[in-house]
């Protein structure tokens, strides 16, 4: 299993040398080959296939969840401006279920977009800016927030659409994201405010399960059974641990140790693919 830094994100802008998207919104690559960066290890035929079946999932999935993003965070404005508390507590509710399922690529190919739009616990901007003045002790109804987070959600369905998605950016943000449902958001849970950090985890794992079963399942059952059936089981587990109706619930430490066993399998599971393995260690260490 590989072996994770408690800091360091080990997705694609580490993997693949991508140069992160600064908020200003234009996409670039690394220099050199940007159809195919120097970690790709996958021969040619099986590596247009996935790539083929990543540019499918954007189209097909991806696409479908950054719209309801925007959408939900439209209402939300619309509701602000309204003095609709209620309505604009469900919409926030609402856009939360894509983002939520899009962090498969959203932390690790846009980084400073996620931080400018989902950053917590300590958020002066964002959802969770948003979140803590409608749903706290004396709600109140945050227009310029609102209205800030919905510039940036837009701009982020714009860089979203320049991008062409590659096989190895999905597997590397599954792990990713599974890895971070272990170790930061079972601790305490992210959405406190809302009390829909549960709601978060259950949406993460339909991301990962989404993602693993439309472009990785077939591909790693073929070369590996045992290995594609390891991350069925674990996947099938983390679903069953989150079918609970409260995070305190949950086992103390379980949920923790599953998600990163999760992790470690897409990873390897990366290496059934032909692609190298990732390296999870803290930069300089």
Excluded at 35 to 61: N, Q
Excluded at 110 to 127: C, E, N, Q, V
Excluded at 188 to 206: K, P, R, V, Y
Excluded at 248 to 263: H, I, K, S, T, V
């Amino acid at each position: 299993m590989a072996r994770f830094s408690h800091w360091q994100r080990f997705g694609s802008g580490l993997a693949l040398g991508f140069c992160l998207v600064p908020l200003a919104g234009s996409l670039t690559l690394a220099a050199g080959d940007p159809t195919k960066p120097a970690t790709y290890a996958p021969g040619d035929v099986l590596l247009a296939r996935l790539d083929a079946w990543a540019a499918a999932f954007k189209r097909e999935i991806a696409a479908g969840d950054v719209e309801s993003v925007v959408e939900g965070v439209t209402r939300l404005d619309a509701a602000v401006k309204a003095g609709d508390l209620e309505g604009a507590r469900a919409a926030w509710i609402a856009a939360r279920v894509g983002w939520e399922r899009s962090e498969i690529f959203a932390a690790d190919l846009f980084p400073d977009l996620d931080k400018a739009i989902d950053t917590w616990p300590d958020a002066t901007s964002g959802f969770h800016a948003v979140e803590v003045k409608l749903f706290g002790a004396n709600p109140q109804l945050p227009v310029a927030e609102t209205h800030q987070l919905l510039d940036r959600v837009q701009r982020y369905q714009r860089v979203f659409n320049q991008l062409e998605f590659k096989g190895q950016y999905l597997i590397a943000g599954m792990a990713t994201l599974a890895y971070e449902m272990g170790e930061n958001k079972s601790k305490g849970g992210e959405s406190l405010a809302s009390g829909t950090s549960l709601n978060d985890l259950q949406h993460n794992i339909e991301g990962v399960d989404r993602g693993w079963h439309y472009l990785f399942a077939d591909e790693v059952a073929a070369k590996n059974p045992t290995m594609a059936k390891r991350v069925d089981d674990e996947m099938a587990g983390l679903k069953a641990m989150l079918a609970v109706s409260s995070l305190d619930d949950l086992q103390p430490g379980a949920m923790e140790r599953e998600a990163e066993q999760l992790a470690g399998s897409l990873a390897d599971s990366a290496v059934v693919l032909g692609w190298k393995a990732p390296d999870f260690t803290e930069e300089g260490e």
